[in-house]
Antibody, heavy 121, light 107 residues
Framework: QLQLQESGPGLVKPSETLSVTCSVS??????????WTWIRQPPGKGLEWIGS???????NYNASLESRVTISVDTSKNQFSLKLTSVSAADTALYYC?????????????WGPGILVTVSS | DIVMTQSPATLSLSPGERATLSCRAS??????MAWYQQRPGQAPRLLIF???KRAPGIPARFSGSGSGTDFTLTITSLDPEDFAVYYC?????????FGQGTRLEIK
């Protein structure tokens, strides 16, 4: 059973860098069928796709965040990570990692429970 | 970018009733779309992929239809656990985009 789990600081100061990691268990991150994705949800609001990474390191980003976002993959640890620079209160959100299946069940078919990251001094 | 517009924003129904949720894409996306359910305090769950195919473990009362720009999620005979927020999502290309959600609430 595939499981994803986010980890990282729950509090980040304004102008600093948000860093969260997603650990994948029960399956390999090194598959040609999947993109590994970050999605966020501000409190009480909808879902926003941040970006996705392929196991080779190829990335796709939301244009509205692209100048501040880096998503990377570490196949040796079966993990992928999100870095968001120069954060502000608008970046306070529940951050989810998810698997984007392009083969069996096209869609975000597995999700982590989410990690709440608050931007505040 | 593909803009996904959902309607209505809120739908108030009673258990046992039928729910019809709509999603419109800003341009044709064939059937490259998915529906998700998000219950309070939980991560979203994939319900429907390729516009009309149920994901594993999803009850048969959930069905999806549509192609091109107009899509519908239908829930026949609402169960109390179905009252949640539903999102549609385009996956025809990058970026992946979500609709703003429809809240299905108990009347």
């Amino acid at each position: 059973q595939l499981q994803l789990q986010e980890s990282g600081p729950g509090l980040v100061k304004p102008s600093e860098t948000l860093s969260v990691t997603c650990s994948v268990s029960g399956g390999s991150i090194s598959s040609s069928h999947f993109y590994w994705t970050w999605i966020r949800q501000p409190p009480g609001k909808g879902l926003e796709w941040i970006g996705s990474v392929f196991y080779t390191g190829t990335t796709n980003y939301n244009a509205s965040l692209e100048s501040r976002v880096t998503i990377s993959v570490d196949t040796s640890k079966n993990q992928f990570s999100l870095k968001l620079t120069s954060v502000s209160a608008a970046d306070t959100a529940l951050y989810y990692c998810a698997r984007d299946d392009s083969y069996d069940y096209p869609g975000f078919d597995h999700w982590g429970p989410g990690i709440l990251v608050t931007v505040s001094s | 970018d593909i803009v996904m517009t959902q309607s209505p924003a809120t739908l108030s129904l009673s258990p046992g009733e039928r729910a019809t949720l709509s999603c419109r894409a800003s341009r044709s996306i064939s059937t490259y779309m998915a529906w998700y359910q998000q219950r309070p305090g939980q991560a979203p769950r994939l319900l429907i992929f390729d516009a009309s195919k149920r994901a594993p473990g999803i009850p048969a009362r959930f069905s999806g239809s549509g192609s091109g720009t107009d899509f519908t999620l239908t829930i026949t005979s609402l169960d109390p656990e179905d009252f949640a927020v539903y999102y549609c999502q385009s996956r025809v290309t990058w970026p992946r985009t979500f609709g703003q959600g429809t809240r299905l609430e108990i009347k």
